[in-house]
Structures are given as C-alpha cells and as structure tokens.
C-alpha cells in the first residue's frame, strides 16, 4: 500500500500564498505522475497541477502563473506553492500520485491522501 500525508492548508488572505506538501511512503515500487486536485463544496474534484517523474509540470489554466509544482524523487515528496490566491481557490486539496507497489506487478495505481482544507478569506 502507499499513504500520502499532506500538509500546508490553512487560512489564507486574498492575495496572500501557501505552500502544501505531501509526502508518498509504503511498499512503493516506483510513482509515476504525482500532483494536486481539488473539490470546493458543490463541485466536482478538478485537477490543479501535476508532475511527471521527469518534472514535467501541467496546471490547470486558472492557477497558471502564480503556481508552482516540484517534487523530490528521492523523497517522493511533492510541493505546490500557490501565489496570489484568490477566494475561489479556496477548497480541499487533494495530494495523489500514480505508483506501483512492490509486488504487484508494474500497473500504476491511483493513491490520495485525506485532503487539506485552503480557506482564502479576509
């Protein structure tokens, strides 16, 4: 199995920034894509930002440009730092990564953590 542990939500003033963190551990084999979803009440879960294991960054057309994702592959670690943030980001964040698991064969599962709550308000 692989857990992820977030962590960095919290309370945030419009305009201000945040850095989450999560790290992978368990009986990994190797992670593919790492990255952070989100869901704001109401909504469905969207994609913020991913990582390739090449480092390889995607994000979401809304966040581009005051976002950054990174990742340590020695760690299986991943970092989001948002910049600017506004209250529309506010919402549960959700760390995931794509990782097989020693034993099971090459296949890439789909791992998440629990979520950290991103509240962006005055």
């Known amino acids: 199995q692989v857990q992820l542990v977030e962590s960095g939500g919290g309370l945030v003033q419009p305009g201000g920034s945040l850095r989450l963190s999560c790290a992978a551990s368990?009986?990994?084999?190797?992670?593919?894509?790492m990255g952070w979803y989100r869901q704001a009440p109401g909504k469905q879960r969207e994609l913020v930002a991913r990582i390739s294991s090449g480092g390889s960054p995607n994000y979401e057309e809304s966040v581009k440009g005051r976002s950054t994702i990174s990742r340590d592959n020695a760690k299986n670690t991943v970092l989001l730092q948002m910049n600017s943030l506004k209250p529309e980001d506010a919402a549960v964040y959700y760390c995931y990564a794509r990782a097989s698991v020693i034993g099971r064969g090459p296949y890439k599962y789909a791992w998440w953590g629990q979520g950290t709550q991103v509240t962006v308000s005055s």
């Open positions: 368990g009986s990994i084999s190797s992670i593919d894509d």
